[in-house]
């Protein structure tokens, strides 16, 4: 039947040879007859009229991979790259480089302390086990505000240095507590091949008097040191909670050497995207949103239904189930986040293991199972909710939670 | 970066940024000796208490004081949250013996004096205030900077009636205009005193700056409810009554059916249903106040 499509597009493309949507139906149609290298020409024609769009491109990546031809795989990975492509660069890039043997050039680095006596978070860089977006279930809008907020920057050096824009900067992502914030900073250190270093306030807070400041300042030291490279401030509001919500002095301190490092006062912040994460943005320091700061703030919603049905299906990905209904479960769990979704997964598999306990038979998991434990659960999203309910009513004069407010006037949120 | 936080370090700074939950967390993680830490059972109080989880809290409390039995925080901590408990008795007697071991600490006079106005029955209510007001001048003859006892003070005049109350809000509010709290004395303190409009400003202001606590949330809501135009001629009259408006309300009624004027007893009637119809919308759309 592939045989048969091949040739009539074939036919059809010698009658009207500029169709470009007829060539790339038979470029599509040759990859899935296993035929790579017939469909890289096919490929290779439209990229030089320009005729592929970012998904276009990546699939002709994959052509060529599957071909052999590295060079005109890097080709159309570069391109896609310009294009604001949000899923399947990074894997594309990583499964080049795997064909290339270039896995060996990285490394999970673990800098211990330098000739400086500085010591440094722990960098990630290897991208074989590098989150990427494809790894993150929906959250689709947040995925292309940072792609092109965030990641495009680093990718099109060139036209963010022609009008004098530096990429880098501090990005603030906010929402209801394991929706994906901190996978997500992952994901894009990921989507952007960079090394990714994790602060934790665990890391920082030092009983001494003046230690901790010193160890935020390590930080960036280190940070710089790997640049281009994405840092992340996990819990943001723990470190840079307002000053005029703190009884002691030393949270003020560590407030004030945070801003000292992201103004970067005698050092260079270029290259270093600083990422952060709080539940509670309220709590963090105003002094923080300003721009040159975390001027760019993004709300992480709970998934909509499709992304629970994607989250859902991850988790039942490698246990034994029986036709599970994943869309009415996801249609049944309004507000549920990523990690109630893995939660109710559990719940059902502890169940099923009851029952195997019970009866002796170890049958697979059923709709029935999912819905039975969903009885007892409720969204831990729900008292976020509430908090940011009232923070829109009463603290939101400067507009900075009209995207929460956006998301609260929705369907789910009022269910 | 070598040496991760303790999680007393975490607790610590958990609960100087009024995070107990997450101070709470991190006190889970304690084992072995630490747990024969007397910080550990302070810290673990004061989370407690801040959660409101009073039995907990005073739990806390006392296995801290087994291990140090003069602590001072503890003491205080103890008697607060024997107050906010329902065990008033026991939280006067806390709060005394705190004071004979520390007779200088004014924080300690001025929560004796809190602990003074709640305990007496309402009969009584007089003969307290004026032990509480005089435990309240000890404290500020001892430090006249103390924020409690401010606090207390206000506190105090604004739930007796006293003339001074509005004074002492400001007062409040001048050492920090930004504590949410201050405002809700403050907004009391004004309201009280037939300054509703000015009050209700206050309860708002309070709601703006900390929404993430739902009894100031319900406050904020229900005052901005007050401010529209439907609870207009109910301010006004209490603003006429400077206050006193329940009272003087019954001697209208009373005047009113004793007069015999059809039309007069008409327009009280219908104040009398304008006054319910706002109460049930309140009642209705907010609901009860949250604990």
Known sequence: MTIDRVEGLRSALTAAPENHVLRLLLAEALVDGGKPAEALAEYDQLFVADQLDGAGLVAGGRAALAAGRHDRAQAFVDAAGTTGTVNGISELRNEINESLGLQQMVQLVKPGVDEDGVAGPELELDPKTAVTFADVGGLDDVKKAINRTIILPFQRHDLYEKYKRGAGGGVLLFGPPGCGKTLLARATAGECGLPFSNVRIEEILDPYFGASEANLHDAFVQARRFAPCVMFLDELDAIALARRKHTGSVGRSLVDQLLQELDAIGADNENILVLAATNAPWDVDEAMKRPGRFDRVVFVPPPDPPARARILALHLSDRPADNIDIDRLAKQTPLFSGADLRALVERAVDLVIDDALEHGEERPLRTGDLEQALKDMRPTTLEWIATARNYVEFANQGGRYDEVAAFLVSREARL | ?291
Not at chain 2, 65 to 92: S, T
Not at chain 2, 158 to 184: K, T
Not at chain 2, 211 to 233: C, N, V, Y
């Open chain 2, 1 to 291: 970066m070598d040496a991760a936080a303790g999680p007393l370090v975490l607790a610590r700074h958990d609960l100087a940024r009024g995070r107990p939950d997450r101070a709470l967390a991190a006190l889970s993680n304690v084992t072995g000796a630490d747990v024969e830490n007397h910080d550990f059972w302070s810290l673990r109080a004061a989370a407690l208490y801040d959660l409101r989880r009073w039995d907990e809290a005073i739990q806390a409390t006392q296995e801290g004081l087994a291990r140090e039995p003069g602590d001072f925080e503890l003491l205080d901590v103890l008697a607060l949250a024997q107050l906010e408990g329902g065990h008033a008795k026991q939280a006067l007697a806390t709060i005394d013996a705190a004071l004979e071991l520390y007779p200088d600490e004014a924080a300690l006079h001025a929560h004796r004096a809190l602990i003074l106005v709640r305990t007496k029955p309402k009969a009584f209510r007089l003969m307290s205030y004026k032990k509480a007001r005089a435990a309240v001048a000890e404290a500020l003859r001892l430090d006249s900077t103390c924020e409690a006892a401010l606090r207390v003070r206000a506190h105090i005049a604004a739930v007796s009636g006293d003339r001074r109350a509005p004074e002492y809000g400001a007062e409040l509010l001048s050492l920090d205009p930004e504590n949410e709290r201050a405002h809700l004395i403050a907004g009391n303190a004004l309201a009280r005193r037939g300054q509703m409009a000015t009050g209700l400003q206050h309860y708002v202001e309070a709601a703006r700056l900390d929404p993430s606590d739902p009894q100031l949330a319900w406050i904020g809501r229900r005052s901005r409810a007050l401010q529209g135009p439907f609870a207009a001629p109910l301010l006004f009259a209490d603003r006429l009554t400077r206050g006193h408006f329940r009272f003087i309300w019954f001697l209208v009624i009373y005047a009113a059916f004793r007069a015999h004027q059809p039309v007069l007893t008409a327009a009280v009637l219908l104040f009398w249903a304008y006054i319910w119809a706002v109460h049930f919308y309140l009642r209705f759309r907010f609901g009860k106040e949250p604990k």
